[in-house]
């Protein structure tokens, strides 16, 4: 068993440290991507709808390969897997320099930006699964946090970076600076020191470990249950804020500002409160996480009534502020609970349940608006939000993110001692 010999802080294991600073610039040059993307596809041509479809792909392509990037982040060692990943979206990026021209066909854009989702569903299962081997179990929350407050910097500084590059070398070229982040990020990976899974005697085939990852979260209930959750929300209320948040506030306010604003007060809300939960052991993370998760409803409702610039901004930040608790709890849950040979696949199962049907609440938007009205439809998203949090708290396990079995059984242990 691997032993662990720092003076306790996250940044002195230095297999952590490595990952953190990868993660960070892979996020950087994943976050300036989109607006390089956006640049080359309007200067060939293209019209708003061919840059969704071919943003798009990009989606599509993770939720299709999700699981079977679980199932190779089970099998090989998770770093190499990562290292694969990035390196081959960094390629990907390197040969965009070269094909997209301004004469270039939006379907060729689509096939690229499809394979870039390939790499994405290759490497967040193996990024997810990898930290037990390099954080003690005490300090998995307090790492997945850090974790999502790097990824959330990125999120912020990433877009301005791309801006600020498109703007002095062009999109095409910028396609280079956003390799460069994918290639030194990879880079502090390969000295990374996983810890050895023992391999087991029989090699099962492929089918049968992607059948065995689905049938993990499936007899797992809260797993299970969380993840449908968060899909049905995501379609609904995600999809429907993505899509009316820009829409609303250039109608309302005549500016973008707020709608740049808005979405940064949502990654420091995030951050604020996955600092706090870091912080705070809560005996039951999963019914706090729910509660708190709750008050993203509040998006729909400030978008529903934009009476002022304040009023989006704060309900925005409100909104940040339920988002943290995930990022201290649920990853750590999975990490504690799941066997480590099956952690891959079932994160695998958590992405891309997450995202699937979201592209379809993106197409939705517009026509339900239409037939429902916007106002009306905002509301019922809010609603649809709570009822599925109160819902899935009547699941065994989710107040705790923790299998009733399991639970009995250590009290059970704690009172013989």
């Known amino acids: 068993m691997k032993k662990f010999v720092t003076d306790g802080s996250l940044l002195s294991y230095k297999g952590f440290r490595q990952l953190w600073i990868s993660s960070l610039l892979v996020s950087l040059g994943a976050s300036a991507f989109p607006i390089a993307l956006a640049v080359t596809v309007l200067d060939a041509g293209g019209t708003a709808t061919t840059l969704g479809l071919i943003l798009g792909s990009r989606v599509l392509s993770a939720v299709l390969l999700g699981l079977v990037g679980g199932v190779w982040a089970d099998r090989l060692p998770r770093k190499y897997v990562m290292i694969g990943a990035d390196v081959y979206r960094g390629v990907l990026m390197v040969a965009l320099i070269f094909i997209a021209t301004p004469k270039v066909a939006p379907w060729i854009l689509a096939v690229l930006v499809f394979a870039m989702g390939a790499g994405e569903a290759f490497a967040f299962p193996a990024s997810g699964a990898i930290l037990p081997s ?20 990125a999120t912020i500084i990433g877009p301005g970076i791309g801006g600020f590059s498109v703007a002095l070398i062009g999109g095409r070229l910028t396609f280079g600076i956003t390799a460069a982040f994918f290639f030194i990020g990879t880079a502090l990976l390969i000295n990374i020191h996983e810890k050895p899974r023992t391999p087991s005697d029989a090699q099962p085939s492929f089918i049968s470990e992607l059948r065995e990852g689905l049938v993990t979260v499936w007899q797992t ?6 993840i449908l959750m968060s899909t049905l929300q995501l379609m609904v209320v995600l999809a429907s804020q993505t899509v009316l948040l820009p829409i609303i506030t250039r109608r309302e306010f005549h500016t973008n500002t707020v709608f740049a604003l808005a979405e940064v007060a949502l990654s420091i809300g995030a951050t604020l409160s996955a600092l706090w939960a870091m912080k705070y052991r809560a005996k039951h993370p999963g019914l706090v996480s729910i509660i708190m998760w709750s008050f993203f409803a509040v998006v729909p409702i400030v978008l529903a009534f934009p009476s002022s610039r304040v009023f989006i901004l704060v309900g925005y930040l409100i909104a940040g502020i339920s988002i943290g608790p995930w990022e201290a709890y649920w990853n750590s849950a999975i990490q504690r609970e799941v066997p480590p040979e099956l952690q891959g696949r079932v994160f695998s199962v958590d992405y891309m349940g997450s995202t699937a049907l979201m592209p379809l609440g993106f197409v939705l938007v517009g026509p339900v608006t239409h037939i429902m009205g916007e106002k009306p439809f905002l509301i019922s998203a809010s609603i649809f939000h709570l009822v599925l949090c109160v819902l899935v708290l009547f699941v065994p396990g989710v107040k705790n993110l923790r299998s009733p079995s399991k639970e009995n059984s250590s009290q059970g242990e704690q009172s013989n001692a």
């Open 221 to 226: 209930p809260w797993v299970a249950a969380i």
């Open 134 to 153: 390099l954080l003690p179990t005490e300090l998995l929350p307090a790492g997945n946090v850090m974790r999502g407050i790097g990824v959330r910097i």
